[in-house]
Nanobody, 126 residues
Framework: VQLQAFGGGLVQTGGSLRLSCAASGVTLDFYAIGWFRQAPGKEREGVSFISSSDGSSHYAESVKGRFTISRDNAKNTVYLQMNSLIPEDTAVYYC????????????????????WGQGTQVTVSS
């Protein structure tokens, strides 16, 4: 399973970006996808999650109402639409995948994921 995250860039406060997580070597139909981010000097944190079984999603409190996760199984891609960006959103963003079972409420825990993309830098200027 190979994941590629892309779509990052430099935006001003209040701007938007859409990140994509494209998979190869496997169909994402049976994989739950999480988006994580890691800012300099900070631990990696879970940002959002989407299930493959029922399309349910979760968000970190810090991004609720601003970020939206979605998936297009036909394109084997998961998206993270990020609106109203603030400087605190600056980080390297990673997507990760795992089979969609046994995750429970631990969607935000990076140790629960098996496959990782390489990360894409998001920088929000003030």
């Amino acid at each position: 399973v190979q994941l590629q995250a892309f779509g990052g860039g430099l935006v001003q406060t209040g701007g938007s970006l859409r990140l994509s997580c494209a998979a190869s070597g496997v169909t994402l139909d049976f994989y739950a996808i999480g988006w994580f981010r890691q800012a300099p000097g900070k631990e990696r944190e879970g940002v959002s999650f989407i299930s493959s079984s029922d399309g349910s999603s979760h968000y970190a409190e810090s991004v609720k109402g601003r970020f939206t996760i979605s998936r297009d199984n036909a394109k084997n891609t998961v998206y993270l639409q990020m609106n109203s960006l603030i400087p605190e959103d600056t980080a390297v963003y990673y997507c990760a995948a795992r089979p969609d079972y046994g995750l429970g409420d631990l969607w935000y825990s990076d140790v629960m994921y098996d496959y990782w993309g390489q990360g894409t830098q998001v920088t929000v200027s003030s």
